[in-house]
């Protein structure tokens, strides 16, 4: 007599870490440690974790000039830091430009 029904057995495979790159929805080449599958699972969750501090950094810097207008310091803080979110801005659309070049001169895919 069967305890479970076949319907609801699960087969885990041979490997011992397909099942769990399966379950955290990971590449199933990452267990293997090749540094392409790496770059391509963490990049776009870096690019928008980056996106959203320039977007911070955006707001923050304009409140600090609105608000220090009447202080120049403050007036060329928040000024500095809208430039410097700029410039990170001008450097991550630099690195993903380059990430995409990459992906078309060796055929490897880096940006999904």
Request: aromatic share 12%; glycine share 12%.
């Amino acid at each position: 007599m069967q305890l479970i029904p076949r319907a609801f057995a699960i087969d885990y495979g041979t490997s011992q870490y397909g099942t769990l790159n399966s379950t955290l929805g990971l590449k199933g080449s990452l267990a293997s440690g090749n540094i392409g599958s790496i770059i391509s699972v963490f990049l776009p969750y870096l690019l928008t974790l980056a996106g959203i501090i320039l977007f911070g950094m955006l707001i923050f810097g304009g409140f600090t000039m609105l608000t220090g207008a009447a202080e120049k310091d403050a007036a060329e803080k928040g000024k500095s830091m809208i430039t410097n979110a700029v410039i990170g801005f001008i450097v991550i659309f630099a690195a993903y430009w380059i990430a995409q070049i990459l992906q078309v001169i060796f055929k490897v895919s880096i940006v999904s």
